[in-house]
C-alpha cells in the first residue's frame, strides 16, 4: 500500500509564488482593515484627502487671485464676500490658504524625499558594512543629531540663500539622520533572520540580500516615519519662511502668511490666525495617520 506521503503533490514555484502573493494581498487587507477601525487615524486620512483635493484644483476652487492686489479692500474683516477676511495688501486669505495647500504639501513630500532618499542608503551602508565604515557613517549622523533639526536647518539655509527650493533642500537634509539611525538599527536586528541566512546559502550577493530581502521587510518602519515626516517638514518650513528664509512674498505659503500678518495682531487678526489653524490642522492630521499606520502595521499593537 502506498504512503500518504507519497500522494502529495511537491508545490510548484509558480504555484508558491502565487501563494506568497496571496499572504502579502492578505497582509495588506488585514492591515488597511486595521487602519479603518482606527478612528483617529481616519479622521487624518479624511482631512488630508480633503486638502490634497484642494491643493490639486487650488487654480479652480480659489474665490479670488490670491496674488493680485486689491487695496481698496485692504484688511477687511471676514465676511460674506471674503470668508477669511483680506490682508493689507487687499488679498482674499482664503485663496491664499488654499493655494499655500498646494505649496506646503509639496514642501512636504519633497523634504521626506530628500531625507529618505539620502538617508536609507547611508542607513542600508551603515548597518550591513564593516564596522568602521559603520562607525563613519554613525559619527557624522550624531554630529548632525547635536544640533536641532531646525537649527540645523537654519544653518543649511544660511549657506544655500533663503528660497523655497533651498528651505526644501535644508529641511531634507535635517531629516536624513532620523532615517541613517532608523534604517541601521532595522538591517542589524533584520541581518540576524532566517531567510537572510538562507539568502547567503543559495549565493545571493550582499547587493541582492539587502535590496530585495532587508529592504522590503523593513518597510513598514520607513513608512511610518515618511508619514510624520512630512507633517514635520511643513512645520519647519512654514518656520522658516516666519523668519524670512524661506517662501518670499508674494507665494502664498502658510508661514509667509503668518510672517506678514504678525504686524497687525491688533486690528487683523485674521491675517495670522487662520494659515496658522491650517498648519495645526494639517501636522494634526498627519500625525494622526502616522500613529494609525504604525499601530496597522505592527502586529503586537493591533486590536489595542
Sequence with gaps: MMGTSSLVR??????????SV???QSQWTLVLREFRSNRGAAIG??????????????????????????????????SFEHLLGTDIYGRDILSRIILGARISLTIGLISVGIGAGLGIPAGLVAGWSTRWISSLIMRITDAMLALPGILLALAIVAVLGPGLNNAMIAVGIAAVPTYTRLIRSCVLSAKEHVYVDAARAIGCSTFRIVLRHILPNIMAPIIVVSTLGIGTAILSAASLSFLGLGAQPPTPEWGTIVSEGRDFLEVAWWISTFPSLAIMITVLSFNLMGDGLRDALDPRLRGR
Design 10 to 19: 511537491p508545490e510548484s514555484p509558480r504555484e508558491s509564488r502565487q501563494a
Design 22 to 24: 496571496l499572504k502579502a
Design 45 to 78: 486620512a479624511a482631512i488630508l484627502s480633503i486638502l490634497l483635493t484642494l491643493a490639486v484644483l487650488a487654480d479652480r476652487v480659489s474665490p479670488y487671485d490670491p496674488i493680485k492686489l486689491m487695496f481698496e479692500r485692504s484688511l477687511q474683516p471676514p
